[in-house]
Nanobody, 122 residues
Framework: QLQLVESGGGLVQPGGSLRLSCAAS????????VGWFRQAPGKEREGVSC????????NYADSVKGRFTISRDNAKNTVYLQMNSLKPEDTAVYYC???????????????WGQGTQVTVSS
């Protein structure tokens, strides 16, 4: 059973940066696309970014394009989300999840992590 664990969240000032990690255990991420999602209080969980199993294809929500970068290191069984120029509206719990394809709908992701809190505030 694949297990995902997010890390790297925290409190950061507006304009700052964080790098989130999504580490897998109990199996390999090699055959999975991995997405990052976020959920702010009172809002639905939304997709932020996704990377294909090979790493050759990525996509981003319009709200984070040009600021966030997703990457993966299959040798380390880990996917990263580099977040720059953070804004208060980026505050949310961030989750990673694995699916067969980045085309999968949110409820099509097979495995989810427990989430990591990101707070952007001065």
């Amino acid at each position: 059973q694949l297990q995902l664990v997010e890390s790297g969240g925290g409190l950061v000032q507006p304009g700052g940066s964080l790098r989130l990690s999504c580490a897998a255990s109990g199996g390999t991420l090699d055959y999975y696309a991995v997405g990052w999602f976020r959920q702010a209080p009172g809002k639905e969980r939304e997709g932020v970014s996704c990377i294909s199993s090979s790493g050759g294809s990525t996509n981003y929500a319009d709200s984070v394009k040009g600021r966030f970068t997703i990457s993966r290191d299959n040798a380390k069984n880990t996917v990263y989300l580099q977040m720059n120029s953070l804004k208060p509206e980026d505050t949310a719990v961030y989750y990673c999840a694995a699916a067969g394809s980045c085309l999968a709908p949110k409820d099509g992701y097979d495995y989810w992590g427990q989430g990591t809190q990101v707070t952007v505030s001065s």
